[in-house]
């Protein structure tokens, strides 16, 4: 039995990642109504709107859906207290240390899944406890780690070490992807550009066309030496960043208007690279579905390869 779709009670092991701003209740809704699990963000910092799209699953959604809680950034108090009284039974934590909020989690019978970008801290997350591991490659978007290290090797190396059930993030956008991480050790697969360049995603049209039209090598990792070190699309405003070595400090500041109001030279155009794959908008229940086929597709081709033992 794969323990993601245990821990999750969703019907694929497909996971729509947090994203600040954009992994709200209209695009959440669509994920988890879909067969998947939708994931709430909270990384805007926005406790009040942030309660009430958790508020709002409840009436758009019957299946399973998921909250994220950025360690790091969580200045209220307020949003832990509601998320663990919510009956939400899927927590995703990243930017920081998981040890510090487990025991309130685990008191509640959460299920705790601990975003890493490294096989220390993926030890560092399975000594605190945690349920399981979202390995984030640094193919995808958003935050990254500046040492970079791939999908392909992360959940490798991460395999080697331990257990513990494992969701796959960056640079999966399909079936193809899906079912190359399964095939090296995850059970799960969670995906943020896919899921931004979707019908359902709130973010302007202008946003989505620059994923879509973007080459593999569209985005750039920018602000290595310093934090947070991102991956974006490629623009103006990033080759600036890139040139400079350094984003300056007030960058997201408006990344509203970038986001909603398709100015897309406003802020950093946060996306991975997988945006040089994705050449569509698409309905969230065709992604899910076609992900699904793809991944059926493949992995009955390599059990084939398998069984002929041509080689
Ligand atoms: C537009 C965008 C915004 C993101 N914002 C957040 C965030 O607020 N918090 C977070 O933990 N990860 C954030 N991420 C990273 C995603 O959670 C996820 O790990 C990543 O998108 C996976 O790689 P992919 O983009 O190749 O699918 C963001 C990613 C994108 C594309």
């Keep these: 039995m794969n323990r993601v779709l245990q821990h999750t009670g969703a019907q694929f092991p497909i996971i729509q990642a947090p994203m600040g701003w954009i992994a709200r209740s209209q695009l959440a809704s669509a994920v988890s109504n879909a067969g998947a699990m939708g994931i709430i963000e909270t990384s805007s910092g926005e406790t009040e709107n942030c309660i009430k799209e958790i508020e709002k699953m409840w009436e758009l959604t019957s299946n399973p859906f998921g909250i994220n809680?950025?360690?790091?950034?969580?200045?209220?108090?307020?949003?832990?207290?509601?998320?663990?009284?919510?009956?939400?039974?899927?927590?995703?934590?990243?930017?920081?240390?998981?040890?510090?909020?487990?025991?309130?989690?685990?008191?509640?019978?959460?299920?705790?899944?601990?975003?890493?970008?490294?096989?220390?801290?993926?030890?560092?997350?399975?000594?605190?406890?945690?349920?399981?591991?979202?390995?984030?490659?640094?193919?995808?978007?958003g935050f990254k780690n500046p040492e970079e290290v791939s999908t392909l090797v992360l959940l490798q190396a991460i395999r080697e070490q331990t257990d513990v059930p494992m969701i796959a993030a960056g640079g999966i956008c399909d079936g193809r992807g899906m079912a190359a991480a399964f095939a090296l050790g995850a059970e799960g697969v969670q995906m943020g550009t896919r899921f931004v360049s979707s019908q359902e995603s709130p973010v302007h049209q202008n946003f989505k066309n620059a994923i879509i039209s973007s080459e593999e090598a569209g985005t750039w990792v920018l602000n290595k030496k310093s934090t947070p070190c991102i991956r974006a699309l490629k623009s103006e405003r990033t080759k600036e960043i890139h040139e400079a070595g350094l984003m300056p400090p007030d960058t997201f500041k408006s990344i509203q208007d970038l986001y909603f109001g398709g100015?897309?030279?406003?802020?950093?155009?946060?996306?991975?690279?997988?945006?040089?794959?994705?050449?569509?908008?698409?309905?969230?229940?065709?992604?899910?579905?076609?992900?699904?086929?793809?991944?059926?597709?493949?992995a009955g081709r390599m059990g084939k390869l398998g069984e002929a033992q041509a080689f």
């Design 263 to 298: 100015d897309m030279e406003a802020s950093v155009a946060l996306a991975g690279q997988s945006a040089g794959l994705i050449e569509d908008v698409k309905p969230v229940a065709q992604i899910i579905e076609e992900t699904v086929a793809g991944f059926h597709a493949i």
């Design 69 to 141: 809680l950025p360690l790091l950034f969580l200045r209220d108090e307020n949003i832990i207290d509601f998320v663990t009284n919510s009956g939400v039974k899927f927590v995703t934590t990243s930017a920081g240390s998981p040890s510090k909020l487990l025991d309130r989690l685990k008191s509640k019978d959460i299920i705790v899944y601990h975003a890493v970008p490294t096989v220390k801290a993926a030890m560092k997350a399975v000594e605190a406890g945690v349920d399981g591991l979202v390995v984030e490659g640094a193919e995808g978007g």
